[in-house]
């Protein structure tokens, strides 16, 4: 069983900054942030696996960074250069094992209940 849950959503100009964090709680070999904006299909922005490293969506890559401690039980999901369609409900999700591609929604058993992040223009 994993625990997660997410802090550090808010509002924000287009431009700025925002730290997301996840506290983790369990056996995860794998740990991933998504997001779902009002009327869109949730989308992966990076998922991470010390073996295998970080994979970042097209749309964030250069602009956001995962930072994972797992002594700290901490992955972050530190966001700069904010634009408005950044603005979404961000979730954490965990699985100690994928059987399917890591930027797969669906490969992923534990989520949080999520943090808003709105980017205002």
């Known amino acids: 069983q994993v625990h997660l849950e997410e802090s550090g959503g808010g509002s924000v100009a287009a431009g700025g900054s925002l730290t997301l964090s996840c506290k983790a709680h369990?056996?995860?070999?794998?740990m991933a942030w998504f997001r779902r904006a009002p009327g869109k299909e949730r989308e992966a922005v990076a998922a991470?696996?010390?073996?295998?490293?970080?994979i970042y969506a097209d749309s964030v890559r250069g602009r956001f960074t995962i930072v994972r401690d797992d002594a700290k039980n901490s992955f972050e999901l530190r966001m700069i250069r904010l634009e408005p369609e950044d603005t979404a409900m961000y979730y954490c999700?965990?699985?100690?094992?994928?059987?399917?591609?890591?930027?797969?929604?669906?490969?992923?058993?534990?989520w949080g209940q999520g943090t808003q992040v709105t980017v205002s223009s």
């Open positions: 999700a965990a699985d100690p094992r994928l059987t399917i591609p890591p930027m797969m929604s669906g490969a992923y058993s534990y």
């Open positions: 369990g056996q995860r070999s794998w």
């Open positions: 991470h696996n010390d073996e295998r490293g970080t």
